[in-house]
């Protein structure tokens, strides 16, 4: 039963460039989250996809953006990196059975990423 | 606005003592998730237990229990004859309902467990 993958699992930018992230769910999940952790910090949400549609979106500016595939994995995309986007990027994957989510969402291990 | 507070930043214990951590959240929504994540230094977030707010009932899984009471607003977990392997940083989280659907997740800030020999 393959779990939640993340790639790559390092990535190191400089500020102003843009970075794509990517997830596959776990099998037989349709839903993906992705969520920012920084350093000391508990995961922040970022936003969640469903049906290849932005389904919930957290506090986070436009400069992030994402996409979910039929396949149901997703990328995450961030434009004119900042120092601050600094961080460990977090994929979860749930279950969403006719559109309700009952399931528990099981994380991957993570994109870290640097900005210089 | 829902929050989780855990205000232990860090604990220390020698192999084999019980250790509990604590969580605190806050919410205004009747129905809502509870969660415990651990954290190993790879980064992955492992999944420990979920309870929705209806069910007060606390579980036991081997060494971890969980204690739910609503009348606090509490969620602590405890581990029993602690081992080195129990050494991460704990994550309390909250979900609630979003449309009938379980919604984000609203994390804690962790509280780092380092277990020594």
């Known amino acids: 039963d393959a779990g939640v993958t993340q790639s790559p699992t390092h990535l190191i930018k400089t500020r102003g460039q843009q970075v794509t992230l990517r997830c596959s769910p776990k099998s037989g999940h349709d839903t993906v989250s992705w969520y920012q952790q920084a350093l000391g910090q508990g995961p922040q949400f970022i936003f969640q996809y469903y049906e290849e549609e932005e389904r919930q979106r957290g506090n986070f500016p436009d400069r992030f953006s994402g996409h979910q595939f039929p396949n149901y994995s997703s990328e995450l995309n961030v434009n004119a990196l900042l120092l601050g986007d600094s961080a460990l990027y977090l994929c979860?994957?749930?279950?969403?059975?006719?559109?309700?989510?009952?399931?528990?969402?099981?994380f991957g291990p993570g994109t870290r990423l640097l900005v210089l | 606005a829902q929050k989780v507070t855990q205000a232990q930043t860090e604990i220390s214990v020698v192999e084999k003592e019980d250790v509990t951590l604590d969580c605190v959240y806050e919410t205004r929504d009747t129905t809502y998730y509870l969660f415990w994540y651990k954290q190993p230094p790879s980064g992955e977030l492992v999944f420990l237990i979920r309870?929705?707010?209806?069910?007060?009932q606390n579980e036991i899984s081997g060494r971890y229990s969980w204690n739910f009471q609503k009348s606090t607003s509490s969620f602590n977990f405890t581990i029993t004859a602690s081992q080195v392997v129990d050494s991460a940083v704990y994550f309390c989280?909250?979900?609630?309902?979003?449309?009938?659907?379980?919604?984000?997740?609203?994390f804690g800030k962790g509280t780092k467990l380092s277990v020594k020999p």
């Open positions: 989280a909250l979900s609630v309902d979003y449309g009938g659907s379980q919604g984000n997740l609203i």
């Open positions: 979860a994957s749930s279950l969403a059975e006719q559109g309700i989510i009952q399931e528990t969402q099981y």
């Open positions: 309870r929705n707010s209806f069910d007060e």
